[in-house]
């Protein structure tokens, strides 16, 4: 690979992290702070989600963690962040089951 390529392949890596970060998420208005912190712990979680090895539920106790903070019930937070799932989902072409969580 030379490296204009693997110039290329990070210029593109990099606008889909931008892309995920600047979406607007329907009821994303649910959880305070910084709209990118919290959209960053979600990309940075999001494979392990897809494997499955974390639920939605301990990514909402990630995101208490890491100190972002919700103004509505927990229950209404999950969509947001189902929403943000999705869309990487999407925009990776990545098969993503969340199932009966």
């Not at 979406?23 to 910084?34: A, L, M, R």
């Not at 919290?38 to 100190?67: D, P, S």
């Not at 927990?74 to 969580?101: F, M, T």
Request: proline content about 1%; aromatic content about 8%.
């Amino acid at each position: 690979m030379t490296t204009l390529e693997k110039r290329m392949e990070h210029d593109k890596k990099n606008e889909k992290i931008e892309r995920i970060i600047n979406h607007t998420y329907i009821g994303e208005g649910y959880i305070n702070g910084s709209q990118k912190v919290w959209k960053k712990v979600v990309l940075y979680h999001f494979n392990q989600v897809v494997r499955k090895q974390i639920t939605v539920t301990a990514l909402i106790e990630r995101l208490k963690e890491v100190g972002i903070t919700f103004n509505q019930d927990e229950k209404l937070v999950r969509y947001p962040i189902i929403d943000c799932l999705e869309y990487i989902a999407k925009i990776s072409k990545i098969d993503l089951d969340l199932g009966a969580e």
